[in-house]
């Protein structure tokens, strides 16, 4: 399997996809994906009609539910860092914050009209993060959420690191890792997996559509089923 860096283009053709569909291309690119790498926890979709997004991970970690502890300058040059990562490397990008605030996640919301514009503006699709949004109706245009709850003030959110690996909504990600998103939930793409996965996400659809031709047919039986099982079973 090449392990070339996928261009732009072969990169967007995945957003033709849904992003259950790239998890089962992803089982037959790579079977080892079948149990890991995607998002396994409840997420609110800020726009559920919008196509997948795909693109380039920036990742960071926030606090919300504690003021923070570094000296005012400090804090002040990590935020410029912060938003230089962000304009930084390949685009477009995903945004992925893991709020380490345990089971107070959410608890102040980091993301609302104003960061959403910034994001917007600096490449990025979309946002994954297991902590809370709001400014639900003066959110960037354009700009897809997966968040963990919804809420109404920004409390002490204050971004704490940024760059590394991460795990979010039971997902673990890395800076510059390919990640789509839909209203299920996301998954990250190895780059090696990225040019076969139309091929593959074109075999599993048209497997499923002998299915459900069976399936949807009138009369159909456990007999019938089990016989376009067994000839699906046989190609593959």
Known sequence: ????????DTIAALA?????TICN???????????RGYTTRP???????MRPIVGYARTARIRARAAPTLPAGKLLELRHGYYRYIDAGRKPSLVLIE??????????????????????????????????????DQWAPGFQFLAGSIGPSHAYAHVVEFGGEIEVLGM????????????????VVPAAAVAGLPAAARQVAEREARILEVARAPGSSAERLIEVFSRLDAIH
């Open 16 to 20: 033709a996809f849904d992003t259950p």
């Open 1 to 8: 399997m090449s392990t070339v860096d996928p261009d732009s």
């Open 25 to 35: 291309a992803l089982e037959v690119v790579l079977p080892a994906t079948r149990a």
């Open 172 to 187: 673990r990600v890395r800076s510059g890792d390919i990640v789509h998103a839909d209203r299920h939930g996301a998954v």
């Open 99 to 136: 709020d380490l605030d345990g089971p107070d996640a959410g608890y102040g919301a980091f993301w609302g009209e104003v960061q959403s514009a910034i994001h917007r503006g600096l490449g990025a699709l979309g946002l994954v993060t297991n902590g809370s949004v709001r400014d639900i």
């Open 43 to 49: 997420a609110h979709c800020g726009f559920p009609a």
